[in-house]
Nanobody, 122 residues
Framework: QVQLVESGGGLVQAGGSLRLSCAASGRSFSNYAMGWFRQAPGKEREFVAVINWSDGSSYYADSAKGRFTISRDYAKNTVYLQMNSLKPEDTAVYYC????????????????WGQGTQVTSC
């Protein structure tokens, strides 16, 4: 069974950094894309970034460009989201998502979700 487990969230002052991890298991993700979404209280879940497992190409929401970096580690079957210059508006539960296919400019979430990890910037 496919499982996605996020970790790395926490409480950070504005301007600080966090690195989120999404450990994937259950199958090969070589033909998948892995995305990060976030959901703040009272708001809809929104796209943050996506990476294609095959070649490492990535795409970001405007809110993440220049501050966040998505990457993957083949050896660990893990996707990361490095978040720098955090702002209070980045406060949300961050979710990992997996979807079959290759995505270069848009990404709507696929079937598989992690449980989420809380990020708070104050």
């Amino acid at each position: 069974q496919v499982q996605l487990v996020e970790s790395g969230g926490g409480l950070v002052q504005a301007g600080g950094s966090l690195r989120l991890s999404c450990a994937a298991s259950g199958r090969s993700f070589s033909n998948y894309a892995m995305g990060w979404f976030r959901q703040a209280p009272g708001k809809e879940r929104e796209f943050v970034a996506v990476i294609n497992w095959s070649d490492g190409s990535s795409y970001y929401a405007d809110s993440a460009k220049g501050r966040f970096t998505i990457s993957r580690d083949y050896a660990k079957n893990t996707v990361y989201l490095q978040m720098n210059s955090l702002k209070p508006e980045d406060t949300a539960v961050y979710y990992c998502n997996a979807k079959f296919g290759y995505y270069s400019s848009t990404y709507n979430p696929g079937y598989y979700w992690g449980q989420g990890t809380q990020v708070t910037s104050c």
